[in-house]
């Protein structure tokens, strides 16, 4: 059983920076494609970044490329969602999961981007 806890988020003005870890629990976890995903206030989770279990491909939503990278460090069990040039529109709450049959969600880490 995979359990997730999400870190990273703040405050931060547009521009800045944050990098969000996602620390997971359970041996199985370099065996699972994995996504970072967002829900703003009043709106839908959606996927905006993912990277397969060898970490030899990643996708991003079309709203973050070029600004933020996934990656993820298999020995720490740990993804990592580096967001660069933040904008007001990418304030959410983040989270990660299995990008294929997810588990139940995290928490989650607060993004506030102020303009």
């Known amino acids: 059983q995979v359990q997730l806890v999400e870190s990273g988020g703040g405050l931060v003005q547009a521009g800045g920076s944050l990098r969000l870890s996602c620390a997971a629990s359970g041996h199985t976890f370099y065996m699972y494609d994995m996504g970072w995903f967002r829900q703003a206030l009043g709106k839908e989770r959606e996927l905006v970044a993912a990277?397969?279990?060898?970490?030899?491909?990643?996708y991003y939503a079309d709203s973050v490329k070029g600004r933020f990278t996934i990656s993820r460090d298999n020995a720490l069990n740990t993804v990592y969602l580096q967001m660069n040039n933040l904008k007001p529109e990418d304030t959410a709450v983040y989270f990660c999961?299995?990008?294929?049959?997810?588990?139940?969600w995290g928490q989650g880490t607060q993004v506030t981007v102020s303009s």
């Open positions: 990277i397969r279990w060898s970490g030899g491909s990643t």
């Open positions: 999961n299995l990008l294929y049959s997810p588990i139940p």
